[in-house]
C-alpha cells in the first residue's frame, strides 16, 4: 500500500517514512501544503497522514480542494491541535481519522491499516482465501495453518490483490501502489513476483486475466499446490 505522508518538519517526516517503510508502506514525502495537493490530485495513494500547520496552503485547505475534486483516498490528520472544536473541523472537512501529536507510532500505523481495511470493505485484520489466510496487521500469511516466508514486495502484491479481491488489478495499478514515487518502477519485476507466489502459494491463487493483469481466485479453495 502506498501512503503520502504530509509533514513540514524534517525530523518528524524521516521518522514517519522509516516507521511506515519498516510496516510495508510504500512512502512518499511532501513538506508543504502546495506539493501535497499536487500530488494527491495526481497520486493514487491508498491512505494519507496529513498535518495542518503547514507552509504554503494549510492542512484543512488541501483537505476540502482533495475532497472536493473527488478525491476520496483515507485521510488521518496528524496534528499538535488538540482542540475539540478543531477535530470537528477536520473531520467535518472530510478526515476519516485524527490522530494529536505527541503520539505513538504503532498507534498511528494500526489507524492507518484500519482505514485502508475499511476503504475496501473489510472489517477483520484476517482475510480468508481458502487454505490461505493473510494478517493485514501483523504482516503475516500462513497456507493450511502453516507460516509461509514472504519478501516485502511479495507480502504487499498479494495483499493489495486481497483488498481488490474479486476484480483484475492492472500491472499498472499495482506499480503505483506497490513503488514509492522516486523508486525505480520496472513492470516486469511483478511477473517475477508473481512467479515466486506462485512457487509458495500454489498456482491456482493468482490468475492471469488476459489483458487485464492478475485476479486472487475468489472460491473456498483454489487449485494447484505449492511447490
Known sequence: MRVL????????????????????????????????????????????????????????????????????????????????????EGLNAGADDYLAKPFVMAELIARLQALIRRAHGLARPEIVLGRLRIDTAARGVTLEGLPVRLTALEYGLLAYLAHHAGRPVSKTELTEHLYAQDFDRDSNTLEVIVARLRRKLGEGLIETVRGQGYRLASGPGYSGVPN
Open 5 to 88: 505522508v504530509v509533514e513540514d518538519s524534517e525530523a518528524l517526516a524521516g521518522q514517519l517514512r522509516a516507521a511506515l517503510a519498516q510496516a510495508g508502506f510504500a512512502v512518499d514525502q511532501a513538506p508543504d501544503g502546495e506539493e501535497a495537493l499536487f500530488l494527491g490530485e495526481t497520486e493514487p495513494y491508498d491512505a494519507v497522514v496529513l498535518d495542518l500547520g503547514l507552509p504554503r496552503l494549510d492542512g484543512l485547505s488541501v483537505l476540502r480542494r482533495w475532497r472536493a475534486a473527488g478525491r476520496r483516498m483515507p485521510v488521518l490528520i496528524l496534528t499538535a491541535r488538540d482542540a475539540w472544536t478543531e477535530k470537528v
